[in-house]
């Protein structure tokens, strides 16, 4: 089966929209990462909140071609999502059409309201950026920034049950920008951490593990090896409850709960 599912043909007619219009677009993002032999720690949430009959509201900060929202949305959630990269907007539009659970922006979010440079690569879609981070980084266009808690009163975006976030070096600042005092019905975060990017802008993994404890999170730290190339498949190494040894080398996700019973199937899942 993994001879079969690593063949060129194989991988062609998994790329191709016909296929991916037949099988839906969960099921084909489903299987386009068990090609790639990948932990994904978001489809770990996706289903431990399936087993627990768990829906609610989604917040989507990178949604890029909506990896993220897509099954969220197919298990009856409520998402709201963030895509300021122009290319990426109209491909999310494409792979949503018309739906009335989710709601869509093009501008970014971040600590403070403004209008910065955001930043594009040809090596990747996927580290399209407000930081500058990358040799291949051009500037696209100036793009409205707001924080999350103008956007959530504006839209009346409550109670939030689940936030998402993957900013490229900026996952701090978003999370800067809403006050989880404030909004406590947030029970999951799952935000992306390289120090690498983030010591450009002056903070590192410690930085954001003190700052979701300081809400009374419990964090998980999804470990993975350096990357090589963006864009290109990486090597997961483990995840473990902090406190824990953190590479500086190395990249990840940071899971921060609330439930234990989260913790005890996570480990079990990605160990």
């Given at each position: 089966m993994k001879t079969l599912?690593?063949?060129k043909f194989v991988r062609y007619i998994v790329g191709s929209r016909t296929f991916k219009k037949l099988i839906g677009p969960q099921m084909f993002f489903r299987l386009k990462k068990k090609m790639?032999?990948?932990?994904?720690e978001l489809f770990l949430i996706i289903e431990f909140y399936r087993r627990t009959k768990s829906t609610g509201i989604m917040v989507d900060v990178g949604v890029h071609y909506g990896e993220s929202s897509i099954p969220f949305l197919e298990n009856g959630w409520k998402v709201f999502g963030f895509e300021p990269d122009k290319s990426n907007h109209e491909i999310v539009m494409?792979?949503?059409p018309s739906n009335e659970n989710f709601t869509l922006f093009d501008f970014a979010v971040a600590e403070k309201p403004g209008e910065l440079n955001f930043y594009v690569s040809e090596e990747s879609t996927g580290i399209s950026s407000l930081l500058n981070f990358h040799d291949t980084h051009e500037v696209s266009h100036v793009v409205k920034v707001d924080t999350l808690n103008n956007v959530i009163e504006e839209h009346n975006?409550?109670?939030i049950k689940f936030l998402k976030i993957d900013a490229e070096g900026f996952d701090l600042f978003v999370l800067q920008g809403i006050d989880l005092k404030k909004y406590d019905s947030v029970e999951m975060i799952i935000?992306?951490?390289e120090d690498g990017k983030t010591q450009k802008m002056g903070y590192t993994v410690k930085d954001m593990i003190d700052y979701l404890q300081s809400f009374g999170y419990k964090v998980l730290v999804c470990e993975w090896e350096p990357i090589v190339k963006y864009g290109g498949n990486h090597k997961f190494r483990g995840a473990h409850v902090y406190p824990c040894d953190?590479?500086?080398k190395a990249w990840g996700n940071l899971i921060a709960y609330k439930d234990p019973a989260f913790e005890k199937f996570a480990l079990k899942e990605l160990n």
């Amino acid at each position: 089966m993994k001879t079969l599912l690593n063949s060129k043909f194989v991988r062609y007619i998994v790329g191709s929209r016909t296929f991916k219009k037949l099988i839906g677009p969960q099921m084909f993002f489903r299987l386009k990462k068990k090609m790639m032999g990948r932990v994904d720690e978001l489809f770990l949430i996706i289903e431990f909140y399936r087993r627990t009959k768990s829906t609610g509201i989604m917040v989507d900060v990178g949604v890029h071609y909506g990896e993220s929202s897509i099954p969220f949305l197919e298990n009856g959630w409520k998402v709201f999502g963030f895509e300021p990269d122009k290319s990426n907007h109209e491909i999310v539009m494409k792979n949503i059409p018309s739906n009335e659970n989710f709601t869509l922006f093009d501008f970014a979010v971040a600590e403070k309201p403004g209008e910065l440079n955001f930043y594009v690569s040809e090596e990747s879609t996927g580290i399209s950026s407000l930081l500058n981070f990358h040799d291949t980084h051009e500037v696209s266009h100036v793009v409205k920034v707001d924080t999350l808690n103008n956007v959530i009163e504006e839209h009346n975006i409550k109670p939030i049950k689940f936030l998402k976030i993957d900013a490229e070096g900026f996952d701090l600042f978003v999370l800067q920008g809403i006050d989880l005092k404030k909004y406590d019905s947030v029970e999951m975060i799952i935000c992306e951490y390289e120090d690498g990017k983030t010591q450009k802008m002056g903070y590192t993994v410690k930085d954001m593990i003190d700052y979701l404890q300081s809400f009374g999170y419990k964090v998980l730290v999804c470990e993975w090896e350096p990357i090589v190339k963006y864009g290109g498949n990486h090597k997961f190494r483990g995840a473990h409850v902090y406190p824990c040894d953190l590479d500086p080398k190395a990249w990840g996700n940071l899971i921060a709960y609330k439930d234990p019973a989260f913790e005890k199937f996570a480990l079990k899942e990605l160990n």
